[in-house]
DNA sequence: CTCGCTTGAAGAAACGTTTCTTCAATTAGG
DNA sequence: CCTAATTGAAGAAACGTTTCTTCAAGCGAG
């Protein structure tokens, strides 16, 4: 410690009795110097524990190279919680210092990113919320931003997604049956992911000529959750579709549920598929997202912006269709 | 987007005509000028989108405001493969924010590092091993360290950790019967919470005249795992003390070691603890890590070091005793 | 009328680099 | 021996701020 004062290049050019610029050439390997200068200089650097200051250098190249990762919170959740969240901050840490990009982990709150003074360079927003105040943030002060997911009130965002439409529709395609009555089960606020899934259920249903009818829960309470799902059984419905895989568990819990879809009357499947989906005690299809490609690509599509490439549109990645088939379909 | 040049104070100052003392004046509510004036100057910098460099800022300031968060490797394991990492990596995120520093996510690697040319005011070094060479490196650039857990090799630095000494031993205290025969299966590098958990374990076998031996297995693969529990086996030990929980549950996995354990008359106790040893076969006490707590207090220790304060010598935080007695106790 | 105080605003230095330009001294060539 | 080219090294500008200092104009008081 002891707060001595910083060593700069004057300090090394004082010391080796030479101008800065002959610090700065015989220490970059630049200029026009005799190897015995060079050494000199380097030795004295060496001496005094010379570190160039890297603010000085950003100064000068326009950037330090920092690139935000800001995850929208869905409920109280925080990084820790969700599996996936945590696979995306590590594959795009690891993509970005790969590049020399260093990964900065922001908080998604305005007034905290207001008082965070630094130069980002760009930003990757996961999961942003309809009308992102963070993303406006971001366009006010001209930081470039990727988003994993998009916002559904905002055009000009480039973004990246698991093709959620596709993959709920070709689940569909393998595990539900033409005519069967569909009915979607969303909770919590509208997030494009579960947007995208119902436009591909909805599609699917249209080639069918299927029906389909989306059910909201007031609340993540269990009573909420309870009253949807009773309603979801009085209206007939052949297939439940969950949001994400916690409120498809949730709903598995239900005596009535678990007794239908042990019957195979009934099919569950879920928007995101999870570990715990194979411990239910009825089988719950699903799409499973690919967060360390996700976050990969995503990175890569930032350092091309930063390197002054156009971003190209969106980019959807093809899922995984998991497949948990009743076990009276396994009987058969 | 469309590389237009950034707006600088002086575009402003330009633009209201004024010069760049009265522009910086008018939007820091500085100086002396009339309301006038300020509104004019705002209104203009308003208009063209101008924006501070944060890195002029941080030029004059010495200092952006950023901490490393660095976290050595174990094994090939991830950020996202161990809990107790993402645990801290959130929590000391947290803290950083709130103080206004932003967290930067570092690789364990020196010749990574070398690259990132970004001004640390500092940064926290997880799990650091023996001999770390990043520690090396951040004493060399005069980035303020704090680790959780400590180089065994290095006596300088600023730590933090859990009380694994004192856990332990309070551990023995209430699960193991005096005069036992204890066997320590240790795995991997050598880090310092399993040579202070094996202190702690030998001070309690000192006051408590019982013997203690140190097994070391040649691998983490399943053979050499199996050659060392025989060998404990075969020592007639009362008691086995794993390094971590992902060996207990490979020795619990062994089925000379679940016949005894079941009968009473072996106790098998880690020195961390995990959700995964509850669904063991057999009971396997543990001490519990704090990490949320620890890695708020060495964020701000980080914090206070960053302001000019003297850090405070190693911190060990007091853990929990997780008991889980053995069945034929809980019939008693 | 002039001196001194206040007000409004500009100039300049400093933060730490790199790089472009300049310049003197040395060496080679005719 | 004089000119031109080369070598070694220093000076200065630029990157974008903030802040300390200076300075002119206006105004009231003596």
């Known amino acids: 410690m002891s707060a001595t004062r910083k060593i700069t290049i004057r300090?090394?050019?004082?010391a080796a009795g030479v101008s800065v610029t002959t610090v700065s050439d015989a220490l970059s390997g630049k200029g026009r110097l005799p190897d015995e200068t060079r050494q000199k200089v380097q030795a004295t650097a060496e001496r005094l524990g010379y570190r160039p200051s890297a603010i000085a250098l950003g100064l000068r190249e326009r950037?330090?190279?920092?690139?935000?990762?800001?995850i929208a919170p869905a409920g109280n959740a925080a990084l820790t919680d969700v599996g996936y969240w945590a696979t995306i901050v590590t594959y795009a840490s690891q993509t970005f210092l790969s590049a020399g990009l260093a990964p900065v982990l922001l908080p998604?709150?305005?007034?905290?990113?207001?008082?965070?003074?630094?130069?980002?360079?760009?930003?990757?927003?996961?999961?942003?919320?309809?009308d992102d105040a963070v993303l406006t943030f971001f366009e006010k002060r001209r930081v470039r931003c990727v988003t994993i997911g998009r916002d559904l009130n905002r055009e000009s965002t480039c973004w990246l997604d698991d093709d959620n439409g596709e993959g709920v529709e070709r689940m569909f395609e393998q595990a539900v049956a033409p005519g069967s009555r569909i009915a979607v089960v969303t909770i919590g606020q509208r997030k494009s992911y579960?947007?995208?899934?119902?436009?591909?259920?909805?599609?699917?249903?249209?080639?069918?000529?299927?029906?389909?009818?989306?059910?909201q829960t007031e609340g993540?309470?269990?009573?909420?959750?309870?009253?949807?799902?009773s309603l979801v059984l009085q209206s007939g419905a052949d297939v439940i579709l969950?949001?994400?895989d916690r409120l498809a568990l949730r709903i598995a819990a239900n005596p009535e549920v678990a007794r239908r879809a042990s019957g195979a009357g009934l099919r569950l499947?879920?928007?995101?598929?999870?570990?715990?989906?194979?411990?239910?005690?009825?089988?719950?299809?699903?799409?499973?997202?690919?967060?360390?490609?996700?976050?990969?690509?995503?990175a890569k599509t930032m350092i091309e912006m930063i390197n002054g490439r156009q971003p190209a549109g969106p980019v959807l990645l093809p899922m995984d269709i998991i497949i948990r088939p009743p076990a009276a379909a396994l009987r058969a």
Chains 1, 2 share one sequence.
């Open 269 to 298: 499947l879920s928007i995101t598929d999870s570990p715990e989906l194979e411990q239910a005690g009825i089988p719950i299809s699903a799409v499973r997202q690919r967060p360390a490609l996700l976050a990969e690509m995503t």
């Open 242 to 244: 969950a949001q994400h």
């Open 220 to 229: 993540p309470d269990d009573r909420s959750i309870e009253a949807v799902v």
């Open 108 to 130: 998604h709150s305005v007034d905290m990113l207001a008082k965070l003074k630094i130069p980002l360079d760009g930003a990757i927003l996961v999961d942003p919320l309809v």
């Open 63 to 70: 950037g330090l190279g920092l690139v935000g990762l800001c």
């Open 194 to 215: 579960a947007v995208d899934a119902i436009a591909g259920a909805t599609r699917w249903t249209e080639r069918h000529g299927s029906s389909i009818a989306t059910f």
């Open 11 to 14: 300090d090394v050019a004082a």
